[in-house]
């Protein structure tokens, strides 16, 4: 079993930056073979859409076009964490943020994702 804990959202100003951590208990990233992390977030009344992930074993990082070049994925394999640099925010990244696990290929839809955190509001406004 995967618990993830997700903190660091906020009330922000348009063009502030914030940094969203996800802790990750229950098993260690070195302990995954293959599989991602992921980064998702979910506005009122859409769909929860992919923002970015960052692969178990290779270290790759993917984006979706939205977040690319205004967000950036990392990790810290000692902290089992998963960040997620916000900078350059806008009032249409208001969303609740979520981390995501799954086992196996890259992925990009919630639905293939095995375990989920709690979620955490990002609210961009002036």
């Known amino acids: 079993q995967v618990r993830l804990v997700e903190s660091g959202g906020g009330l922000v100003q348009p063009g502030g930056s914030l940094r969203l951590s996800c802790v990750a208990s229950g098993r260690t990233f070195n302990e995954f073979n293959e599989g991602m992390m992921g980064w998702f977030r979910q506005a009122p009344g859409k769909e929860r859409e992919f923002v970015a992930g960052?692969?178990?074993?290779?270290?790759?990082?993917h984006y979706s076009n939205s977040a690319a070049g205004q967000f950036t994925i990392s990790r810290d394999d000692a902290a089992n964490t998963v960040y997620l640099q916000m900078n350059s925010l806008k009032p249409e990244d208001t969303a609740v943020y979520y981390c995501?696990?799954?086992?196996?290929?890259?992925?990009?839809?919630?639905?293939?994702?095995?375990?989920w955190g709690q979620g955490t509001q990002v609210t961009v406004s002036s």
């Open positions: 960052i692969s178990l074993s290779g270290r790759f990082k």
């Open positions: 995501a696990t799954k086992g196996g290929e890259v992925a990009y839809t919630a639905s293939s994702y095995d375990y």
